[in-house]
């Protein structure tokens, strides 16, 4: 027994449990690859100052053989830390340290690595360029399990240096190593701007791809909605090429890092930093290991817990801790300083949800910065009301495509499944325009009924029965999976919606034409696994949550009760103008007085009365009334421009 | 379409120019109500008013027991319904086919019943998808509307409703010219027609001593079986439950014509008491017709709180009270009309205590026709009744 005891090394455990990092099966291994892959290029980007431009290739090598590659225009590795980053679990910059990243760990991308070394054998190759001038470093490494070490395959151990310029470019078409050159669509175009910098990673893995709910295309567009200083060009499987640009220029503000808040530490960490502590009184062991306690502040803690501001951190004891644990809890201290979060903000989410949502009615709201167990964290929420849905936008070769992919056996469910936010009322209304039975397998529909399809899909008044389509987001990374499990999901369950004139039953999502996009900014979120799926429900955030909520849904009640009231008084005209014509007929057959005196005589009085409806209706040629006062977070589309972006794109 | 529709209009016209040296007087005059109500249309709208009509209230709120008359009389509450109103457009529109298709009636000299209104009326409004009723239930309280503003009568505007309730006994009757002897109607009995005024049928001989009115068909059935009204000489009717128009009307008649006393059987239950009030003192919701509807003096003679011990009946014939007959009954021992009247909040109040309620047929129990020989005779001979 003893001597079958040993070390178990990080690696070996997460090849094994490799559910415990997103790849539990082979659709979510691929979306989890480029997922890690594109997170560390922004954050590489952005520490780096620069605007980032994201490309992204996914190709089928095999049967379910996928190869994924993403290039960044970031700063480039330098040559020593390549293998490390790549080829060894746990290593990262993240770790140790309190500031808003969309990574944190340094699992990810080393375990796609290992995972697609695992499924198919082939080395993951890395190409990384510093400057303009300086060589591309080129590396086929994979990760030694045992040793939780990189092993590097290419150029005896040591990795290939490709020389910059038309010399190194002939090499790498000749060994087949891909890379970006320029910029812009076509990368043959010797004019467009040089990518001088940036990181490239290839891995080819055991993948399935698949279209809409928790796809890769779904990722990438959601990474768009907030993101909106990124520029993504997609190359799908099919060949298909996608491009999402940025719609600011500005980066986000760069967050800082920061000292742990008071408010957050346990008694157990508190003693562990007083031992750790250099600070040789309490004072300045206070200020300096804690943010936001000034000499003033620690000199209050001290007298609560009846400390000696002067006394020693090593003279300390477990009782002067606890006393000096439970002063803090007592003292009133300012929040965490807000500048290690950086904020969407409301005009860049009106702004990146315009881009790629169509609605007629954006709002956002981002909260004041607020901290549960001393991390500062920050809750945004932004919301689009109206506008078509995703399955009116699908065009018809998509539908065939995600027809012949679904092996669901009912048209019913297929629709339900497929399309986010569809409900099971709407699939009724759109098959019982096409008129074909529910229970009809998508496999077995012919061209024309496929015609047919699409055109339901495309006439049928989705709106009222569709459900609220949630995108969630931590750190500006799209979450996808395990919507149940997530604080963001239970906020908007449990608020209610039925004031803001959405309509919904109990305990599930409000229905309506409306996609809500939360995002919560923190240094640390507290996710419910290492999967990073779900942000765990701590009192503060759900506070944070509903207050967010509350106050897009006012806005949109607001929006919406004005809808209803404009629409409401164009309708008062038509029902008369509906009733007029029968009235004047029925009181001529009875007095034989002239019916079309009569008429005419009504359709003036008829106008005169709904005069007020007229003026409303007619400035610009669509409903609006001017007193509506909805605040500088609120964006409104004219719906007719809407229906032209959708023509035109 | 215009031209279309003055044309439809003017051959109308014509006819009506035609046809109206015909009418009767009674005709003319609701003829002259219907043009009346248009003619004010027409001026209103000339005038850049909004046009609409005062419809007196049907309702409790707008009744008034009249001590004096003993019956329910309307009060002089009117509720304005408007064209640009957004809810009362529809029925305002409705108001106004309901009087060209009335007036068409007349013209034409034809009675149709109010389902044959509403499917003369029933069309789609042009360029839309509405009908201008889309269920009997939509028109039938819009031509009461029209009655009440009218003043007029239903067989006035040439309308009946179906025809429900029939009669048997020592009457000779005249209707429609056809002589009809309701001593001779087998066991079917004469149906009681929705028109029996003295324009439609004349009382020719009536040698019977009393009316005797049940419930329902079933009660009836027993008592016509048993020649109930030979051996006590006077004339049966039911109304199957709520009694409809015409036999309010004919029992109405016949009591102020033939000065017969009516004496009512009915269930022991709030809905019973209630067929019993609208009876005496007219319903609430055509409280305009009490005038000629109500019966003052007629009396309940059964069934009664106390017959479960009196007639000593077995306790499986009980009904339990829910709280919808609870709820009623407390209602109607309010009416005013009620309200005064010891023995019968007693009656009630006995009931509310018995917690149960009784059919006519639990009589049955006892014996097939101890109701026929035993039951109302001993009430007759007894006078026990309730006024």
């Known amino acids: 027994m003893a001597a079958s005891q040993r070390d178990i090394s990080v690696s070996e455990f997460f090849a094994k449990n490799r559910h415990l990092l997103g790849f539990d099966n082979p659709r979510k291994a691929l979306l989890t690859t480029i997922k890690e892959a594109v997170d560390n290029s922004l954050d590489a980007c952005e520490e780096a100052g620069l605007l980032p431009e994201i490309w992204v290739h996914v190709e089928a090598t095999e049967t379910n053989r996928y190869k994924v590659g993403v290039q960044d225009n970031g700063p480039g590795i330098v040559k020593r830390q390549i293998p490390l980053i790549f080829g060894k679990l746990l290593y990262g910059s993240k770790f140790h340290r309190l500031r808003m990243s969309r990574g944190q760990q340094g699992i990810g991308i080393s375990a796609a690595g290992m995972y697609g070394v695992l499924t198919t054998g082939k080395p993951v190759k890395i190409s990384s360029k510093i400057s303009k001038r300086k060589p591309i470093h080129y590396y086929e490494i994979q990760i030694d399990t045992k040793k939780n070490k990189p092993e590097i395959l290419n150029g005896r151990g040591d990795g290939v240096d490709i020389p910059a310029g038309t010399k190194g470019e002939a090499w790498m078409t000749k060994h087949g190593i891909e890379w970006i050159a320029r910029y812009g669509e076509d990368p043959t175009d010797a004019n467009a701007k040089e990518v001088v910098s940036g990181t490239r990673v290839t891995i080819e893995l055991e993948a399935k791809y698949q279209r809409r709910r928790g796809s890769v295309d779904e990722y990438l567009e959601q990474t768009a909605i907030a993101n909106p200083h990124v520029t993504i060009h997609y190359v799908d499987p099919d060949g298909g090429y996608r491009s999402y640009n940025r719609s600011t220029d500005t980066l986000p503000a760069e967050p800082k890092e920061i000292k742990p808040h008071p408010y957050g530490v346990e008694l157990g960490r508190l003693i562990a930093m007083l031992k750790a502590s250099e600070a040789s009184t309490m004072s300045q062991f206070l200020t300096s290991s804690f943010s936001r306690v000034s000499p003033a502040v620690a000199r209050k803690l001290c007298t609560a817990a009846e400390i000696k501001v002067r006394a020693s951190t090593r003279r300390i004891g477990r009782g002067e801790a606890d006393r000096l644990y439970q002063a803090i809890q007592q003292t009133k201290i300012s929040a965490p300083k807000t500048d290690c979060i950086a904020p969407i903000g409301e005009e860049l989410l009106l702004k990146g949800l315009h881009q790629v949502v169509p609605g007629e009615f954006y709002v956002a709201s981002t909260r004041p910065p607020s901290v549960y167990r001393g991390n500062p964290f920050q809750i945004e929420v932004a919301l689009a009301y109206g506008g078509t849905t995703v399955a009116q936008r699908v065009t018809r070769e998509t539908l065939v495509e995600l027809i012949q992919q679904t092996d669901l056996r009912t048209l019913r469910q297929f629709l339900i499944h497929t399309f986010d936010g569809l409900g099971s009322g709407s699939a009724e209304n759109i098959l019982k325009e096409t008129e074909l039975g529910t229970r009809k397998s998508p496999a077995k529909l012919k061209a024309k009924e496929i015609d047919q399809l699409h055109e339901a899909m495309q006439n049928v008044k989705l709106g009222e029965g569709q459900t609220m389509n949630v995108l969630r987001y931590a750190n500006r990374v799209p979450l996808q999976f395990q919507p149940a499990a997530c604080a963001i999901t239970q906020s908007v369950l449990n608020a209610n919606w039925r004031p803001y004139g959405l309509s919904q039953s109990r305990g599930s999502l409000p229905t309506g034409p409306v996609t809500l996009m939360i995002h919560m900014a923190s240094v640390w979120v507290p996710f419910t696994s290492e999967s990073k799926e779900a942000v765990a429900s701590y009192p503060e955030i759900q506070k944070e949550l509903r207050l967010a909520i509350q106050a897009v849904g006012r806005k949109l009640g607001m929006y919406l009760r004005r809808r209803v009231r404009v629409r409401q008084e164009g309708e008062r005209r038509s029902i008369f103008l509906r009733y007029l014509g029968e009235v004047a007929t029925a009181v001529s057959e009875i007095n034989a007085a002239d019916r079309s005196t009569l008429y005419n005589q009504l359709l003036v009085l008829a106008k005169k009365k709904t005069a007020e409806a007229d003026v409303k209706l007619d400035r610009r040629g669509r409903p609006i009334e001017e007193e509506l006062d909805l605040g500088d977070n609120v964006l409104i589309v004219d719906p007719n421009e809407v229906a032209d972006n959708l023509t035109t794109s | ?387």
């Not at chain 2, 509307?145 to 005249?174: I, P, T, W």
Request: proline residues 4%; aromatic residues 8%.
């Open chain 2, 1 to 387: 379409m215009a031209k279309k529709k003055i044309r439809r209009k003017k051959v109308v016209a014509t006819k009506a120019a035609v046809k109206r040296s015909r009418l009767g007087p009674r005709d003319r005059k609701t003829i002259q109500e219907l043009v009346g109500m248009a003619d004010r249309v027409v001026s209103t709208a000339r005038r850049r008013r909004d046009p609409h009509l005062d419809i007196p209230t049907r309702s409790l709120s707008n009744v008034k027991f009249n001590r004096r008359k003993r019956f329910i009389e309307m009060g002089n509450n009117t509720n304005r319904r408007l064209l640009f109103n957004l809810s009362q457009a529809k029925s305002y529109m409705q108001t106004m086919l309901v009087g060209s298709g009335c007036k068409q009636l007349i013209e034409q000299g034809k009675n149709t019943s109010i389902r044959g209104l509403y499917y003369m009326l029933k069309h789609t409004i042009e360029g839309t998808k509405e009908n201008t009723f889309e269920e009997q239930s939509d028109c039938d309280p819009i031509i009461e509307d029209v009655e009440v503003f009218l003043g007029s009568l239903r067989e006035e505007l040439h309308l009946y409703a179906d025809k429900r309730g029939e009669m048997v006994g020592n009457l000779q009757l005249e209707d429609n010219g056809d002589l009809i002897d309701c001593s001779r109607m087998g066991s079917g009995g004469y149906g009681i027609p929705s028109i029996v005024e003295p324009s439609a049928i004349k009382f020719k001989k009536c040698r019977a001593k009393f009316v005797l009115h049940v419930e329902k068909g079933t009660v009836w059935q027993r008592f016509n079986e048993d020649k109930f009204w030979r051996k006590h000489n006077c004339i049966l009717t039911h109304g199957a439950g709520q009694p409809p128009r015409g036999v309010r009307r004919l029992l109405n008649r016949i009591h102020n014509e033939l000065d017969l006393p009516i004496f009512c059987l009915l269930d022991n239950d709030p809905w019973g008491y209630y067929i019993y009030s609208v009876i005496k003192q007219g319903s609430i919701n055509l409280a305009y017709e009490s005038q000629r509807m109500a019966i003052p003096k007629a009396r309940y003679i059964g069934l009664r709180s106390k017959d479960y011990e009196r007639c000593n009946l077995s306790p499986s014939v009980r009904i339990d009270l829910n709280d919808n007959d609870r709820k009623r009954a407390r209602q109607i021992a309010g009416y005013p009309w009620f309200e005064h009247k010891k023995a019968w909040q007693k009656e009630i109040a006995m009931m509310l205590k018995n917690n149960f309620k009784l059919e006519v047929e639990s009589l049955i129990s006892k014996d097939i026709s101890y109701v026929t020989e035993q039951y109302v005779p001993d009430r007759l001979t007894d006078k026990d009744w309730l006024d």
